[in-house]
């Protein structure tokens, strides 16, 4: 038997299309026709099978010397399905004796010989190929033939090959055996492997920027979904965004002159809804951790008169909706701007900057952003939710049903006469090609009747 390996679909039918030109009889493995891969399997190791497959068909499945007794079995039983018991054990032990016959005489051949088409870029996969044949102890060979004009040698071979073959005068259709093409082909697998390994390091190295992030956010979303009272993290949070708003509007570093206290009250009645207009002059003598640690107790105040008109358990469950539903939707976000940012970061290598650091560091930025974000969310529609209590709608008036009026099979009513009454022509029937009696001469069909 002999195994003939190919590495695309394309090229094992058109190799295919070679034999059967050649009366050549054999099977295509490609799958293509999975539902016939077993019976394939189960012939390709007896005497004279050809089968033509490629690199991924019939992966994992040993082909056995002289055939598959158990498959043949079933393939007569299911041909035969009324077959007596004892005619199915003589079958069995017949078909058993018959393959162990053949695979004596496919062994003192030499067993299954691989042949191969070409070499794939990887060589696992060629080892995968050779395995194919000494299973299990069983004996077997494999050759390969390949072209300088192959994909793997002409991309990635060196040119000095064939200009080596053209001073020694090899001719079109010579074969070559020679350790130096081995090393070639074996040296173009090893560029091509490299290559590869690099894209799949780089492709890890840009997905571990965004696993980190992830872990972060799954993290905090544990930490919500466990808590029982989160009011010290809204408040943790409050007093973060209120330092913010004081590096912006009253920086720590210049006088109070020069505060932009007007700013700061637009700023926490927008974030807070806390209204500080009427003490702006107040707020002006006040030192920097003064005026600090009044807005700190105006916001816990806040919080507190909030907590006290929804409710305790209502505020604690208000907590974690809000808190879930803001973060699922910046992360949904922020994950489709990751996207885009990751499709185009390439070019920064035309500005002599390493792409993946550009990506970490935008990464980073927007993640920060993100997070940002999600803590002014929430604590924008903790601080304004309100209880509006929704108006009664109106009662359902309920109509009395009025009994359903039963009909005779004539058309007849059984109440007072007032159904539909059958309409009767009175005059005789005027035709659709006749003139029309309104005189007229038209068809009636084209007057009357249309």
Request: one cysteine or more; a neutral charge.
């Amino acid at each position: 038997p002999v195994l003939v390996g190919t590495i695309s679909i394309e090229k094992s039918e058109r190799l295919a299309g070679y034999l059967v030109r050649h009366g050549i009889k054999h099977n295509v493995l490609n799958a293509k026709h999975h539902e016939k891969e077993a019976e394939i399997i189960a012939q390709a190791g007896r005497k004279g099978a050809v089968t033509i497959a490629t690199n991924m068909a019939g992966r994992g499945t040993d082909i056995l010397l002289g055939g598959n007794p158990d498959f043949l079995f079933k393939k007569a039983l299911y041909a035969e399905p009324e077959m007596p018991p004892e005619r199915q054990t003589a079958l069995l032990q017949q078909i058993r004796a018959e393959c162990e016959e053949e695979k004596k005489e496919v062994v003192s051949l030499g067993g299954l010989h691989i042949l191969g088409t070409e070499r794939h870029e990887s060589r696992r996969i060629d080892n995968q190929l050779r395995g194919r044949a000494g299973r299990q102890g069983d004996p077997g060979s494999s050759r390969f033939y390949l072209s300088l004009e192959d994909d793997l040698l002409r991309i990635f071979g060196s040119d000095r090959i064939s200009k080596i073959m053209l001073k020694l005068g090899m001719e079109e259709g010579v074969p070559i055996e020679a350790k130096m093409v081995t090393r070639a082909i074996e040296n173009a697998q090893k560029k091509v492997e490299a290559h590869h390994f690099e894209i799949r390091k780089q492709l890890l190295d840009y997905d571990d920027v965004l696993n980190k992030q992830r872990e972060v956010i799954y993290e905090r979303r544990r930490m919500i979904l466990g808590g029982e009272d989160l009011s010290e993290d809204v408040k943790a949070g409050a007093e973060e965004v209120l330092d913010a708003l004081l590096d912006v509007y009253c920086p720590k570093e210049t006088y109070a002159e020069e505060w932009d206290l007007k700013g700061l009250a637009d700023a926490v009645y927008a974030q807070f809804a806390i209204d500080i207009k009427d003490s702006v002059a107040e707020l002006k003598d006040m030192g920097f951790e003064a005026l600090r640690e009044e807005l700190v107790r105006k916001i816990h105040e806040a919080y507190a008169a909030k907590e006290r008109e929804l409710g305790r358990d209502l505020l604690r469950q208000l907590e974690k909706m809000v808190m879930l539903r803001t973060i699922d939707t910046l992360w949904k976000d922020h994950l489709l701007g990751m996207d885009s940012l990751r499709e185009g970061i390439g070019l920064r290598g035309y500005g002599q900057k390493d792409p993946l650091i550009e990506y970490k560091r935008e990464a980073f930025d927007m993640f920060a952003a993100m997070m940002d974000q999600c803590e002014r969310d929430v604590l924008e529609h903790l601080f304004r939710v309100q209880i509006v209590q929704g108006e009664q709608p109106p009662p359902v008036q309920t109509r009395p049903r009025r009994p359903p009026q039963l009909k005779l099979n004539r058309g007849e009513d059984t109440g007072g006469g007032n159904g539909d009454k059958t309409v009767r022509r009175t005059g005789e029937k005027v035709g659709r090609n006749d003139p029309c009696p309104c005189g007229s001469g038209k068809k009636y069909k084209k007057c009357h009747g249309a």
